[in-house]
Nanobody, 119 residues
Framework: QVQLVESGGGLVQAGGSLRLSCAAS????????VGWFRQAPGKERESVAV????????YDVDSVKGRFTISRDNAKKTVYLQMNSLKPEDTAVYYC????????????WGQGTQVTVSS
């Protein structure tokens, strides 16, 4: 069984930075992708960034390009989301999730961490 635990959320002023962590446990992740998602009040959940555990290749959505960076530490089995130049519209609950490469759905989710950006 895969367990994911997010941490690092909080309150920050616009223009500030936060680093979210997603600690994974329960199995090895060589054939997995891990993604960061967010859901703002009244909005649908959206993908933010994805990383392949095996080769570290990444994908970022346009709204965060140049501001957010996803990375991983294999030894710590942890995926990070470094968020810089934060904007009030980045306010949301951020989740990490995992899926096997080739699967369409993410079937392992963390509990989420709140990020609030004040103007």
């Amino acid at each position: 069984q895969v367990q994911l635990v997010e941490s690092g959320g909080g309150l920050v002023q616009a223009g500030g930075s936060l680093r979210l962590s997603c600690a994974a446990s329960g199995r090895t992740f060589g054939s997995y992708q891990v993604g960061w998602f967010r859901q703002a009040p009244g909005k649908e959940r959206e993908s933010v960034a994805v990383i392949s555990w095996s080769d570290g290749s990444t994908y970022d959505v346009d709204s965060v390009k140049g501001r957010f960076t996803i990375s991983r530490d294999n030894a710590k089995k942890t995926v990070y989301l470094q968020m810089n130049s934060l904007k009030p519209e980045d306010t949301a609950v951020y989740y990490c999730a995992a899926r096997r490469v080739g699967q369409s759905e993410y079937n392992h989710w963390g509990q989420g961490t709140q990020v609030t950006v004040s103007s």
